[in-house]
């Protein structure tokens, strides 16, 4: 792995020669979040997205951590879902559940999907109201700057055209400032019907990893983390700033190879 320097405040960017290297970090990165979590405040509120993020996570279903990590003080959320059943092969939730819920002993009481009989608008409406429960016990931290909960970890995934957690460039989604959950029907990616967390409550998280892999999303990467000429544009994942928070990003190889400074780290 190698640190990339950054001097612009777009967090921490970890380079991986291949993707075994990445999920072994990975695993490591989120299991010492949970240990610090678990220590200061006796709960890990995590928020999980869709697509290659989940299998990244594998490494976590098997040794040390099995033995190490405190599986039932973990609380599992969606940054983002797809308005589908939960049997539904789009499903985020059935993603997770197969890939790694289901391998791990997570109280199942603590797993918090969107209830999938509601419309999206619905769906979310629920999900903020379930949240909004889980801060006013605690389980999920509140932010001291900003009206919104404060996620432990979000995990994110990046698509090649700069959205994060179903927050797609140019929408509408991205100015919301109020709510905490919201919703959209019309996701360039399919399936169309989605609820996603908002901006605010990305950047109120004390941890926000998003992990990119594939030459396909290079462009996308540079887009996001580099120095920016003017005119060039804002992808959603460029507006990941933490107020207080962390951001690492977790790229391989062909995601980092247009970073200004990667030719040097590569030789
Ligand atoms: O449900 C979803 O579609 C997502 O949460 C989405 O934001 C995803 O994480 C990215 O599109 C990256 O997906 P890949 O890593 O599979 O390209």
Not at 13 to 19: A, T
Not at 94 to 115: F, G, M, R
Not at 160 to 189: C, Q, R
Not at 193 to 212: C, K, Y
Request: contains cysteine.
């Amino acid at each position: 792995m190698a640190l990339l320097e950054s001097n612009n405040n777009r967090g921490e960017v970890r380079i991986y020669e291949n993707l075994d290297e990445l999920s072994t970090d990975l695993a490591d990165y989120i299991a010492e979040l949970s240990e610090a979590s678990v220590k200061e405040r006796g709960f890990f509120a995590i928020a999980l997205s869709g697509g290659s993020v989940i299998s990244l996570m594998r490494n976590l279903c098997g040794a040390p951590y099995n033995k190490t990590v405190d599986w039932s003080k973990w609380y599992i959320f969606w940054a983002d879902e797809r308005v589908v059943a939960k049997n539904h092969v789009d499903s985020n939730y059935k993603l997770a559940k197969d890939h790694l819920l289901s391998k791990l002993p997570i109280v199942p009481s603590h797993v918090h999907s969107i209830n999938d009989s509601l419309t999206a608008e619905e769906a979310a409406n629920e999900y903020e109201f379930v949240i909004r429960q889980l801060v006013r016990t605690r389980v999920v931290n509140v932010s001291e700057v900003s009206d919104c909960p404060k996620f432990d970890l979000i995990l994110l995934g990046m698509g090649p055209d700069g959205h994060v957690a179903s927050l797609f460039p140019n929408h509408s989604v991205l100015e919301e400032k109020n709510e905490w959950v919201t919703f959209i029907t019309t996701s360039p990616k399919p399936p169309p019907e989605r609820i996603t967390f908002t901006l605010p409550v990305i950047n109120s998280a004390a941890n926000v990893a998003v992990v990119v892999t594939g030459g396909g999303k290079a462009e996308a990467s540079r887009l996001a983390i580099d120095d920016l000429g003017p005119g060039s544009p804002v992808l959603p994942a460029r507006m990941i700033e933490p107020t207080v928070g962390k951001l690492v990003w977790f790229l391989d190889n062909q995601a980092a190879s247009k970073l200004k400074g990667f030719s040097q780290f590569s030789k």
